[in-house]
């Protein structure tokens, strides 16, 4: 009798084990599929070009260079930041344009804010992920759109940051290509002052001497 036991034992731990297994494998096969549609990032063309080109930015070179700004200028942050939630905000901010596309920031005709397309495009593209990612995931871009909390207002300031450069390095870039009016300009760039003063009184003075250039 205890052999029949014992071996029944075995039995459910193989089965617990192989359970394990399928359920670690499933959650691997979720996260390669995640992987693999994040690959169209690369195919996304924002308006701003590279520093000093005439080559269009893509969204995962904008997010790399995002994430490598934040590390470098946390320092100027308005308040206190999770360096790592800041970090996740910048990578994941602009993935749901893979599926609603790039807009451009001075755009007239559709607002640059958070929309039902984007929120859609969040909840199919991060649902690719196992539950716990997906909200993850789902609660940290939802925080950086509502950009209230200071790791939102110092993820946006950068955000922002990031094409005022490459527009001054490219003679204007897409200021003078779509003919933005500077009152236009910075109305859309107000929001850096919430992450950053430092970095706006920084921005203000380089924009000034674009334009006595």
Known sequence: MSF????MNAFFAIISENHHIMKQVSRLLMQMDFIKEI????????????????RHENDAEHSWHLAMMVMVLS????????????????LLHDIVEIDA???????????HTNTDEELIAAERIFGLLPKDMNDEFMAIWIEF???????????KAIDRLEPILQ???NQGGTWTEYNVPFETVYAKIDKIK???SFLWDHVDELIQEFRKA
């Open 145 to 155: 759109e509502n950009g209230e909390t200071n790791d939102a207002k110092f993820a």
């Open 101 to 111: 596309g790039d807009t451009f920031l001075y755009d007239t005709t559709k607002n």
């Open 39 to 54: 690959d169209k990032l690369k195919y996304i063309q924002r308006k701003t070009k590279l520093f000093n080109s005439e």
């Open 194 to 196: 919430d992450g950053s």
């Open 75 to 90: 320092e100027y942050a308005n308040a206190p930041i999770d360096m790592l939630k800041v970090l996740k905000m910048v």
């Open 167 to 169: 527009n001054i390095s």
């Open 4 to 7: 029949m036991v014992s071996d």
